[in-house]
């Protein structure tokens, strides 16, 4: 198994920046495919950005492409998400999640963390 915890989340003004990390212990991390999701009132979690496991390989939600970035560092056994040019609908719930097997860009992920708080004023 592996425990996820995010931090980073807090309160920004449109066309600012955030930087959520996710940090992960228990087995090997690097053996994971790693996504960020998120999630508001009433609606399904949707995925944002998925990574390899080695980092090498990427996929965004058409909503954040080329605003957000998905990076990991391995020796770190941690995530990110760089999150630039905010809008208010990117107001949600974030969630980092873990799988095995290849990274994918939907919710079907076996670990999740429990989520940092993430909201953009207009």
């Known amino acids: 198994q592996v425990q996820l915890v995010e931090s980073g989340g807090g309160l920004v003004q449109a066309g600012g920046s955030l930087r959520l990390s996710c940090a992960a212990s228990?087995?090997?991390?690097?053996?994971?495919?790693m996504g960020w999701f998120r999630q508001t009132p009433g609606k399904e979690r949707e995925s944002v950005a998925a990574i390899s496991w080695s980092g090498g390989r990427t996929s965004y939600a058409d909503s954040v492409k080329g605003r957000f970035t998905i990076s990991r560092d391995n020796a770190k056994n941690t995530l990110y998400l760089q999150m630039n040019s905010l809008k208010p609908e990117d107001t949600a719930v974030y969630y980092c999640?873990?799988?095995?097997?290849?990274?994918?860009?939907?919710?079907?992920?076996?670990?999740w963390g429990q989520g940092t708080q993430v909201t953009v004023s207009s």
């Open positions: 228990g087995r090997t991390f690097s053996s994971y495919a």
């Open positions: 999640g873990a799988r095995t097997g290849i990274f994918v860009l939907t919710t079907e992920y076996n670990y």
